[in-house]
T-cell receptor, first 110, second 118 residues
Framework: GESVGLHLPTLSVQEGDNSIINCAYS??????FIWYKQESGKGPQFIID?????DKRQGQRVTVLLNKTVKHLSLQIAATQPGDSAVYFC?????????FGTGTSLTVIP | DVKVTQSSRYLVKRTGEKVFLECVQD?????MFWYRQDPGLGLRLIYF???????EKGDIPEGYSVSREKKERFSLILESASTNQTSMYLC?????????????????FGPGTRLTVT
């Protein structure tokens, strides 16, 4: 299977600060990457995606950065809010099948 | 909004029982997936289906089977439940769309079924 991992299993940030969650992948053939957010008791929710022909993509308060040279993906959350507390997963794949990382638990401190 | 629903949020079954987990999506998606989620292991793909009556094995199909008789419904079956199948089971459906000339995939997940086998 695919190897998709995360650098840190937990991350705590102060409310209002920016958060950076990192992810490494091993398959250089992957051409599509997704970040998911999973709140307690819920299924994962799509946040943002990026294709391998891009190195940056921005959404609302979130930015995904892709470094294909070192096979690294990051999710940046601006002005982190208490509602951002959740587990964040990266996923990668090509076509319609994805491999998921184990997740980073983000805690926002009021 | 896409809605993926799963028949149960919590389920407790005995070893050896046959277990059915049902998943329904209302967006006419071609693709549906079953994953299990375990601490420290992330989401692992059990089975997926690209069309009615079609099924493909994922990474960990042993001990499971699936059924896709209708497009909107994808069922996961544990023929004889075992304690090592205690887990969170997540169903997903997916779509493809073209944005700014690029093909994007998006998987929508159900809320999950937490299955305990005793």
């Amino acid at each position: 299977g695919e190897s998709v991992g995360l650098h840190l299993p937990t991350l705590s940030v102060q409310e209002g600060d920016n958060s950076i969650i990192n992810c490494a992948y091993s398959n250089s053939a992957s051409d599509y990457f997704i970040w998911y957010k999973q709140e307690s008791g819920k299924g994962p929710q799509f946040i943002i995606d990026i294709r391998s022909n891009m190195d940056k993509r921005q959404g609302q308060r979130v930015t995904v950065l892709l470094n294909k040279t070192v096979k690294h993906l990051s999710l940046q959350i601006a002005a982190t809010q208490p509602g951002d507390s959740a587990v964040y997963f990266c996923a990668n794949g090509s076509g319609n099948q994805f491999y998921f990382g184990t997740g980073t638990s983000l805690t926002v401190i009021p | 909004d896409v809605k993926v629903t799963q028949s149960s949020r919590y389920l407790v079954k005995r070893t050896g029982e046959k277990v059915f987990l049902e998943c329904v999506q209302d967006m006419d998606h071609e693709n549906m997936f079953w994953y299990r989620q375990d601490p420290g292991l992330g989401l692992r793909l059990i089975y997926f289906s690209y069309d009615v009556k079609m099924k493909e094995k994922g990474d960990i199909p042993e001990g499971y089977s699936v059924s896709r008789e209708k497009k909107e419904r994808f069922s996961l079956i544990l023929e004889s439940a075992s304690t090592n199948q205690t887990s969170m089971y997540l169903c997903a459906s997916s779509s493809q769309k073209v944005l700014q000339g690029n093909l994007h995939y998006e998987q929508y997940f159900g809320p999950g079924t937490r299955l305990t086998v005793t």
